[in-house]
């Protein structure tokens, strides 16, 4: 059984940093890109940064670019984003995410990031 699960989240002040971590568990890990997703009250689940299955090539929304790194350790089964330069606007629960042909899409239970001062 697919588990995912986020760790990380928390409170900071504007222009902080964050780190989440994704453990997981219950598949094969290294042939599956994985996403982190965000959603903030009132507002539709957006994709925040994908990567690819073996980590090599890597996608962030606009909103992140230049902030944010995503990043997949195949050894440990873990996927991380660094968040950098945080804005009030990044507060939203993350999520953790990969998607299955047979399966489909799978989620964590998410994690609270909250910017303010």
């Known amino acids: 059984q697919v588990h995912l699960v986020e760790s990380g989240g928390g409170l900071v002040q504007p222009g902080g940093s964050l780190r989440l971590s994704c453990a997981t568990s219950g598949f094969t890990f290294s042939r599956y890109a994985m996403g982190w997703y965000r959603q903030a009250p009132g507002k539709e689940r957006e994709m925040v940064a994908t990567?690819?299955?073996?980590?090599?090539?890597?996608n962030y929304a606009d909103s992140v670019k230049g902030r944010f790194t995503i990043s997949k350790d195949n050894r440990e089964r873990t996927v991380a984003l660094q968040m950098t330069a945080l804005k009030p606007e990044d507060t939203a629960v993350y999520y953790c995410h990969t998607f299955t042909v047979s399966s489909g899409d799978y989620w964590g239970q998410g994690t609270q990031v909250t910017v303010s001062s």
């Open positions: 990567i690819s299955a073996a980590g090599g090539a890597s």
